[in-house]
């Protein structure tokens, strides 16, 4: 592949990224955003750097790193020998992003919960879709910690190889 095939599959990369997450309720932007900060060299850009890469405003670069910052994504770094800000992936963010999301699977089991108990005297086809809906979060809410522990116990292993 050559350079300009390689520039052109970038861009298509961060744009697919901006569709997807735009798809999953974030601002298109902020997708654009973290998946080229997902193939960037350096790791590190500042937002001068986004802004010219990803052709947005400096507004919309600005609100969208707050945001993917508020969503524990990527992070601020200063570098000690430049004075700008740099925005950077978080190590370990896409683990933590679902760690943190695991209580809301409680909270979705609870609710379903308080309304089968509003339902309990109605036909039983009537509480099936809250019953799927409780039983799918309770076993969510049972598995997901496990597949952390798993993919922590396997990418401990795989960084002791580095």
């Not at 020998?81 to 950077?88: A, D, I, P, T």
């Not at 190590?91 to 979705?108: C, D, H, M, N, V």
């Not at 086809?125 to 309770?138: I, K, N, S, T, V």
Request: aromatic share 6%.
């Amino acid at each position: 592949m050559n350079e300009k095939q390689r520039q052109a599959e970038k861009k298509r990369f961060v744009e697919d990224m901006g569709i997807l997450l735009e798809e999953l309720g974030l601002p298109r932007m902020a997708g654009r955003i973290l998946g080229w900060l997902l193939i960037c060299d350096p790791p590190h850009q500042s937002a001068g750097e986004l802004t010219g890469v990803l052709g947005g405003s400096k507004g919309s670069i600005s609100s969208m790193t707050r945001l993917l910052i508020r969503i524990d994504l990527i992070e601020r770094i200063g570098l000690s020998e430049k004075r700008n800000m740099y925005y950077r992936l978080k190590p370990r963010s896409f683990s933590e992003l679902l760690r943190a999301r695991i209580g809301y699977l409680t909270t979705l089991r609870e609710v379903a919960e308080r309304g089968l108990a509003l339902i309990a005297s109605k036909d039983i086809r009537l509480r099936q879709r809250l019953q799927e809906m409780c039983d799918f979060y309770a076993f969510l809410e049972q598995e997901a910690p496990l597949v952390l522990e798993r993919w922590e116990r396997k990418s401990k292993g795989e960084r002791a190889g580095y």
